[in-house]
């Protein structure tokens, strides 16, 4: 059925500024979450006597391993807890994991958003603001609000892991929401280590 003569007519989702199905594509990007729709705020929708018992019945114990790693070649990540995440235990913190091939390294960018890192395994280093920070397996590092970051996997034959915690919802709900992306990862595994993959059991 039409609308009436006069009606305001509906705006594509793309006019509406609303991200569509080629959203960020004109850029080279790697990983396809840098592209879609995602959702960096769950919505709270219900009473709250149903919002409550949804909350008391979620689950106290996430499996990382039923969660798939995304991205690669060089690195993987996979996020077990986050607002688009199918946990609905919390939405004031994110928790991801990362995969760092041999040699490999992150995207160059910065964030509002502070950042927690653990480091699971391997050795490396970041570069904050400019600044070198030695890292290695058993490590807590700190990325300061507004930091220009990136991280380095210094071994050139095994992998690195690292488990970071961040608040980046609650910030992203304040409408603290610019990142910025610098330069990408690189688009190839590093030379003997083609067949590299991001372990299975975590």
Same mark, same amino acid.
């Given at each position: 059925?039409?609308p009436?003569s006069? *009606?305001p007519?509906?705006?594509? *989702?793309?006019?509406?500024?609303?991200?569509?199905?080629?959203?960020?594509q004109?850029?080279?990007?790697?990983?396809?979450?840098?592209?879609?729709?995602?959702t960096?705020?769950?919505?709270?929708?219900?009473?709250?006597?149903?919002?409550?018992?949804?909350?008391?019945?979620?689950?106290?114990?996430?499996?990382?391993?039923s969660?798939?790693?995304?991205?690669?070649?060089?690195?993987?990540?996979?996020h077990?807890?986050?607002?688009? *995440?199918?946990?609905?235990?919390?939405?004031?913190?994110?928790?991801?994991i990362?995969?760092?091939?041999?040699? *490999?390294?992150?995207?160059?960018?910065?964030?509002?958003?502070?950042?927690?890192?653990?480091?699971?395994?391997?050795?490396?280093?970041? @570069?904050?603001?400019?600044?070198?920070?030695?890292w290695?397996?058993?490590?807590?590092?700190?990325?300061?609000?507004?930091?220009?970051?990136?991280?380095?996997? =210094?071994?050139? =034959?095994?992998?690195? @892991?690292?488990?970071?915690?961040?608040?980046?919802?609650?910030?992203?709900?304040?409408?603290?929401?610019?990142?910025?992306?610098?330069?990408?990862?690189?688009?190839?595994?590093?030379?003997?280590?083609?067949?590299?993959t991001p372990?299975k059991?975590?």
């Open positions: 059925m039409n009436p006069g *009606a007519q509906q705006k594509p *989702a793309e006019d509406a500024g609303i991200p569509g199905p080629k959203h960020n004109e850029t080279p990007v790697v990983w396809e979450r840098w592209q879609k729709k995602r960096f705020v769950r919505a709270l929708e219900g009473t709250y006597s149903f919002l409550t018992k949804e909350l008391l019945e979620a689950p106290r114990i996430i499996s990382s391993k969660v798939p790693w995304k991205g690669g070649p060089n690195l993987y990540g996979k077990p807890i986050a607002p688009g *995440a199918a946990a609905k235990i919390t939405q004031a913190i994110e928790c991801h990362e995969a760092y091939a041999p040699g *490999a390294y992150s995207q160059k960018h910065g964030h509002l958003n502070s950042a927690c890192f653990f480091i699971i395994k391997g050795r490396g280093h970041d @570069i904050h603001d400019g600044r070198r920070i030695e290695k397996a058993g490590d807590v590092m700190f990325v300061e609000n507004g930091c220009v970051h990136q991280h380095f996997n =210094d071994d050139p =034959d095994n992998e690195a @892991i690292l488990l970071v915690f961040k608040a980046k919802p609650l910030f992203l709900f304040m409408h603290l929401l610019y990142q910025k992306m610098i330069s990408y990862p690189p688009n190839k595994l590093p030379e003997g280590h083609e067949d590299w372990p059991d975590i």
